[in-house]
């Protein structure tokens, strides 16, 4: 890869992860509700997520993915499903305290994720970083040695600020009226988020 197709990569990828979404959305959650230093399992699981994705669409497997519509309506049905069922829960719980101690760690990683995996929507960025920027005359896995640490660096750093924002957030409005409001906020995405998907139509592979 070479350095200006890098520089490209690097720039669309922040656009890619910064642009908010349900981990996004998830991140802030557990950032409002949860000590730092375990909302940050969050961002962990976002990262074992993309790492995961990354070898996968190196492999090749998320254009077999985009390339099977039946696939692709059960996961987006089931992603969605989820992501409703989420915002739907949290529009209940809003005016509930946080249950900050409650949620383990394990459960925690776990739930972040599934939020990050159900998603079928982030196979067509995934798919479209390496079928606009990886170069066929040059092997995958030498590319790979920069492709995933760019991806996973700008990921978590993009990750950990949503964290980071929910904290402060999540202090700010601590025992306030407006707490309720941001969660019921956070609930309505995820819910719109879940519309969205589900509606969605499958990424094309390019070739």
């Not at 992860?17 to 802030?28: H, K, M, S």
Request: charge should be positive; include cysteine; proline fraction near 6%.
């Amino acid at each position: 890869m070479s350095f200006d197709a890098w520089t490209i990569f690097a720039l669309f990828w922040v656009v890619f992860v910064t642009t908010p979404g349900p981990n996004a959305v998830n991140c802030i959650s557990n950032g409002m509700s949860l000590p730092l230093s375990k909302a940050m399992l969050g961002v962990l699981a976002i990262l074992t997520q993309a790492s995961a994705f990354l070898i996968l669409s190196a492999l090749g497997v998320t254009a077999l993915i985009a390339a099977s519509p039946t696939g692709f309506f059960i996961a987006k049905l089931v992603g969605a499903g989820f992501l409703i069922w989420l915002g739907l829960r949290g529009w209940m719980n809003a005016t509930k305290p946080a249950p900050a101690s409650e949620r383990p760690a394990r459960q925690v990683y776990l739930h972040a994720l599934a939020v990050a995996t159900i998603n079928p929507k982030s196979v067509a960025g995934y798919l479209a970083a390496f079928s606009q920027f990886v170069q066929p005359d040059v092997p995958i896995w030498e590319q790979m040695m920069m492709i995933m640490p760019t991806a996973l660096v700008i990921t978590m750093f993009s990750y950990t600020g949503f964290t980071v924002l929910g904290a402060v957030m999540g202090k700010a409005a601590l025992g306030a009226v407006f707490n309720t409001w941001v969660r019921r906020a956070m609930a309505g995405c995820f819910i719109i988020y879940g519309v969205l998907l589900g509606t969605s139509t499958a990424p094309i592979a390019k070739g």
